[in-house]
């Protein structure tokens, strides 16, 4: 059964440095979605991303996050420069089509900013 | 905010049906009721969704009130590996938002 990949499963950092976690959604999906949980937190959403752009994005999507579809595989969040309170779990999903379409998770990275 | 209310926690013994209960008062008639669970930290698993009528897949059952205002989960049998949290989500397919609101959702714990 198809599924979302995330890499890599954990990730430490120093803060300051730049991150880029990768998922790999699954292979006819359409639409693609970061999400991420702080420790004994709900799942937040970051953003959704469409056809090479941004559908939408939360509060907390501010300037230190992009995502991007580098090519026809992968989809990556990038953290510009890593904060204490970056750590958390980052889940991607992916559906095929937005709005009535079920979201399907990958498993997530676990990133600790030191 | 998410729109819906579950009870924080419920046991079960493996073997017997769980039911878990969901409270969604407000929702709307685009509003989707979806249910996912999170096991440990790994990322939300999708279960079952429906809208008016009664649905079921392998995994599960999904009863909701005529009125919609709650619906029911239902594992047939729970077994060990189904002790999760357990999230109800109601999801506005022509509300022009794509993201899921996650609440607190509800722990289950699948007894021996």
């Known amino acids: 059964e198809p599924e979302v990949t995330q890499t890599p499963s954990h990730q430490v950092t120093q803060m300051g440095q730049e991150v880029i976690l990768r998922c790999v959604p699954i292979?006819?999906?359409?639409?693609f979605y970061w999400y991420r949980q702080i420790l004994g937190q709900k799942v937040e959403f970051l953003v959704s991303?469409?056809?090479?752009?941004?559908?939408?994005k939360s509060e907390i999507f501010d300037d230190q996050f992009s995502v991007e579809r580098p090519d026809g595989s992968n989809f990556t969040l990038k953290i510009r420069s890593t904060k204490l309170e970056d750590s958390a779990m980052y889940f991607c999903?992916?559906?095929?089509?937005?709005?009535?379409?079920?979201?399907?998770f990958g498993p997530g990275t676990r990133l600790t900013v030191l | 905010d998410a729109k819906t209310t579950q009870p924080p926690s419920m046991d079960c013994a493996e073997g017997r049906a769980a039911n878990l209960p969901c409270n969604h008062s407000?929702?709307?008639?685009?509003?989707?009721v979806y249910w996912y669970r999170q096991i440990h930290s790994q990322g939300p698993q999708y279960i079952i969704h429906g809208l008016k009528n009664n649905e079921t897949n392998e995994m599960a059952s999904l009863i909701i009130t005529e009125d919609r205002k709650s619906s029911t989960l239902i594992l047939p049998h729970a077994t060990l590996r189904d002790t999760a949290v357990y999230y109800c989500?109601?999801?506005?397919?022509?509300?022009?938002?794509?993201?899921?609101?996650f609440g607190k959702g509800m722990k289950l714990t699948v007894n021996p």
């Open positions: 989500i109601a999801y506005d397919i022509q509300g022009g938002s794509e993201k899921l609101v």
């Open positions: 991303f469409y056809n090479n752009e941004i559908s939408e």
């Open positions: 407000t929702i709307s008639g685009n509003e989707y």
């Open positions: 292979s006819n999906h359409l639409y």
């Open positions: 999903a992916s559906s095929v089509e937005a709005d009535t379409d079920t979201q399907y």
